[in-house]
């Protein structure tokens, strides 16, 4: 009996102490990443979000607006049901951990614009990216970040971006989608540290009753 409540004790404070560290042992995989501060050289606006999966460096869930400026008239969201990622024109064709691209679907395209491309160009590696509020700036000069629109067979517009940031908003495992509140932790290794404690008050009684 006592080499049981033994087994059982150690067993207790191990899966305790396990508890607590659960809510932090989790490797952030997939991040949800808003657009801020950034506008077009015509002086159209780009808003938006879109999900990063760091382990597999794909893009998904987007929904992001280009605005209309003096050199686009019409507006254009992108988003994962009228436009595909990586795009596959020339230049807007590839993604990584520092390049995202887009093209659009040219049936959902509106006239007088055939074909809408674009590319986000950030200036260090998504992958490196893991808490709320991190962020990473868009590149505007180089290979920029732009938006390519056609409108006829060869008159491409194009359009820079002339500034802005994505900031993390999310982050998700998806490997532990239902991860125990901290607080419901906590619950649990008190109530696991109160079997501990008596055990040892248990042994303690023992100990007393040999005596006498």
Aim: charged fraction near 15%.
């Amino acid at each position: 009996m006592r080499h049981m409540m033994k087994i059982l004790a150690g067993a207790t404070v191990a899966t305790a102490f396990s508890t607590l560290g659960f809510a932090n042992s989790a490797e952030a995989i997939i991040l949800t990443l808003d657009f801020s501060g950034a506008n077009f050289t015509d002086n159209g606006n780009l808003t938006g979000t879109f999900d990063y999966d760091t382990t597999t460096e794909t893009y998904s869930n987007f929904n992001i607006t280009a605005a209309s400026g003096a050199t686009v008239n019409n507006s254009f969201t992108y988003t994962t049901a009228n436009s595909t990622s990586p795009g596959d024109n020339f230049g807007f064709n590839s993604n990584s951990d520092t390049q995202f691209t887009i093209d659009a679907v040219d049936s959902f395209v509106a006239s007088p614009d055939t074909d809408r491309d674009i590319r986000f160009v950030f200036d260090q590696t998504l992958n490196t990216l893991s808490n709320v509020g991190d962020s990473r700036s868009l590149v505007t000069s180089g290979n920029a970040s732009q938006e390519q629109v056609e409108q006829g067979a060869g008159n491409f517009q194009i359009r820079s971006i002339t500034g802005g940031v994505v900031t993390v908003t999310d982050v998700e495992d998806p490997n532990d989608p239902q991860a125990v509140p901290f607080e419901a932790e906590t619950s649990i290794a008190l109530a696991l540290l109160g079997g501990w404690g008596a055990w040892k008050r248990w042994k303690s009684r023992r100990a007393n009753a040999n005596v006498n």
